[in-house]
């Protein structure tokens, strides 16, 4: 984590999720896509919320253990939970284009 970010808390993408935005993949594929978008919504929500963050909570933030983050940026960032849940919304939407993207132009290319 560098100085112009904060830590996210824990978000959990599930496979469940991904299955119903029509994303299905084997076992291992699926926990390393998983992985991936938990990723970059944490760097998302914690780029996001350095901005709503005083000095001071900044310095805290830093010495809150990872199983208590979540817990203290809700009680100290109004609309936590629609921050995170916004941007899993937008990682989520992102991987159905880029799949579909994906396989328009793999089409393409077995049609040529």
């Known amino acids: 984590m560098d100085d112009n970010n904060v830590a996210a808390g824990t978000v959990a993408i599930t496979k469940a999720q991904l299955n119903a935005v029509g994303i299905n993949l084997p076992d291992d594929d699926m926990e390393d896509l998983i992985q991936r978008a938990e990723n970059e919504v944490n760097e998302r929500v914690g780029e996001e919320l350095f901005d709503s963050l005083d000095d001071d909570q900044l310095q805290e933030d830093k010495s809150v253990s990872d ?46």
């Open 67 to 112: 199983d208590k983050i979540a817990e203290w940026l809700a009680e100290r960032v109004p609309g936590y939970k629609q921050i995170v849940d916004d941007n899993i919304v937008i990682v989520l939407d992102e991987l159905v284009k880029a799949i579909l993207n994906n396989e328009a132009e793999t089409a393409q290319k077995q049609a040529a």
